[in-house]
């Protein structure tokens, strides 16, 4: 009679601290996070002043808030270039019809939502439709939405920014939701800070805890085989681009009832560093890889470098090259822990 050899499931053995860490993406963007925060707390003596602290987190709330759908977006396999000019689209639909109907702001703001939601759900529509690559797509409206915003504020107002609606009924509600800010400690807290901690948490639970969480990383893993399994493919894009309109609409809110009004032609490029802090915080430009978490790390290194760049005194023309260089080590940094998840 033969001994029966018992041998453990490796499925069900004990995962190690350190293997956990190195299979979470935003892992190299924690490390390069904690070495911008070192770093300029020693190039800058103003740097670690509780005001400066806030001006940080703001200017990454204001990144942050479009750079978790984008992230998302891209696990999902696509990217959006319209994602900048979206915000300011969202601004100047509330404004002016708000304006030119004479209407209760909060009119304006529900109009804005379902013409921003509309302008995503034509991304994501054109996308599954027409099989184009996403660049295309949103590059197209991109470039419609650019000359929309100048053209049309043009023809409605006369200039190339809207007309004040500070006086009109609604305005300090809606002031207060989508640009508020208290003062704790003498230091004062922007509202996008709490509207981008509530996107991070939702869309990590999205991620981590729901079925469309596993479409849209079997989506950017593979969308022939995700659809062999049974995957809603065109929902799971179209619901993702749509989530990018999601968030540009609360952007653009808090841009027009920050400052009452809008100029046509902001927001071009801002695209682009939405892709760069998803990428900085571990999102790979093929898809299937990366995390919400891992966005608002890599807001807060462009909140810490575009401000400790200032606070340091050094020369703001060197902005662009510092934002390049984080781009390029956070990618190879990312790519090695990867590897090193992969071989674990």
């Given at each position: 009679?033969?001994?029966?050899?018992?041998?453990?499931?490796?499925?069900?053995?004990?995962?190690?601290?350190?293997?956990?860490?190195?299979?979470?993406?935003?892992?190299?963007?924690?490390?390069?996070?904690?070495?911008?925060?070192?770093?300029?707390?020693?190039?800058?003596?103003?740097?670690?002043?509780?005001?400066?602290?806030?001006?940080?987190?703001?200017?990454?709330?204001?990144?942050?808030?479009?750079?978790?759908?984008?992230?998302?977006?891209?696990?999902?396999?696509?990217?959006?270039?319209?994602?900048?000019?979206?915000?300011?689209?969202?601004?100047?639909?509330?404004?002016?019809?708000?304006?030119?109907?004479?209407?209760?702001?909060?009119?304006?703001?529900?109009v804005s939502l379902?013409?921003?939601?509309?302008?995503?759900?034509?991304?994501?529509?054109?996308?599954?439709?027409?099989?184009?690559?996403?660049?295309?797509?949103?590059?197209?409206?991109?470039?419609?939405?650019?000359?929309?915003?100048?053209?049309?504020?043009?023809?409605?107002?006369?200039?190339?920014?809207?007309?004040?609606?500070?006086?009109?009924?609604?305005?300090?509600?809606?002031?207060?939701?989508?640009?508020?800010?208290?003062?704790?400690?003498?230091?004062?807290?922007?509202?996008?800070?709490?509207?981008?901690?509530?996107?991070?948490?939702?869309?990590?639970?999205?991620?981590?805890?729901?079925?469309?969480?596993?479409w849209i990383f079997?989506?950017?893993?593979?969308?022939?085989?995700?659809?062999?399994?049974?995957?809603?493919?065109?929902?799971?894009?179209?619901?993702?681009?749509?989530?990018?309109?999601?968030?540009?609409?609360?952007?653009?809110?808090?841009?027009?009832?920050?400052?009452?009004?809008?100029?046509?032609?902001?927001?071009?490029?801002?695209?682009?560093?939405?892709?760069?802090?998803?990428?900085?915080?571990?999102?790979?430009?093929?898809?299937?890889?990366?995390?919400?978490?891992?966005?608002?790390?890599?807001?807060?290194?462009?909140?810490?470098?575009?401000?400790?760049?200032?606070?340091?005194?050094?020369?703001?023309?060197?902005?662009?090259?510092?934002?390049?260089?984080?781009?390029?080590?956070?990618?190879?940094?990312?790519?090695?822990?990867?590897?090193?998840?992969?071989?674990?």
């Amino acid at each position: 009679m033969s001994a029966a050899v018992h041998t453990a499931d490796e499925r069900l053995a004990p995962v190690s601290l350190v293997r956990r860490l190195l299979g979470r993406p935003e892992l190299g963007a924690v490390v390069g996070a904690a070495a911008v925060f070192v770093f300029f707390s020693f190039a800058a003596d103003s740097f670690l002043r509780a005001s400066s602290l806030s001006t940080i987190l703001y200017s990454a709330s204001t990144i942050g808030i479009m750079a978790v759908p984008v992230a998302l977006l891209m696990i999902g396999g696509e990217f959006d270039l319209s994602a900048g000019v979206m915000v300011t689209t969202s601004a100047l639909f509330t404004s002016m019809f708000s304006y030119q109907m004479t209407a209760n702001v909060w009119v304006g703001v529900g109009v804005s939502l379902l013409a921003t939601l509309a302008i995503g759900f034509f991304n994501g529509f054109m996308l599954t439709r027409t099989k184009l690559p996403s660049f295309i797509i949103t590059l197209g409206t991109f470039l419609m939405l650019t000359g929309l915003n100048l053209g049309f504020t043009k023809l409605i107002s006369g200039s190339v920014s809207t007309k004040s609606i500070g006086d009109m009924e609604g305005f300090p509600s809606a002031k207060a939701l989508f640009a508020s800010q208290w003062n704790v400690g003498g230091v004062t807290l922007k509202v996008t800070i709490l509207w981008w901690l509530v996107l991070v948490a939702v869309a990590t639970w999205i991620l981590l805890r729901t079925r469309a969480g596993n479409w849209i990383f079997a989506v950017g893993g593979g969308a022939d085989a995700a659809r062999a399994v049974g995957v809603p493919v065109v929902k799971t894009r179209i619901g993702l681009y749509m989530g990018v309109a999601l968030c540009a609409w609360i952007s653009g809110q808090h841009i027009l009832f920050s400052f009452d009004v809008v100029q046509s032609g902001e927001g071009v490029g801002n695209e682009f560093l939405y892709i760069i802090a998803a990428v900085i915080g571990g999102c790979l430009m093929t898809g299937g890889y990366g995390s919400a978490i891992g966005s608002a790390v890599g807001a807060f290194i462009f909140g810490m470098t575009s401000n400790g760049i200032v606070y340091a005194q050094w020369n703001p023309d060197w902005f662009k090259f510092f934002l390049g260089a984080m781009l390029l080590l956070a990618t190879l940094l990312n790519a090695w822990v990867r590897k090193r998840a992969e071989a674990k």
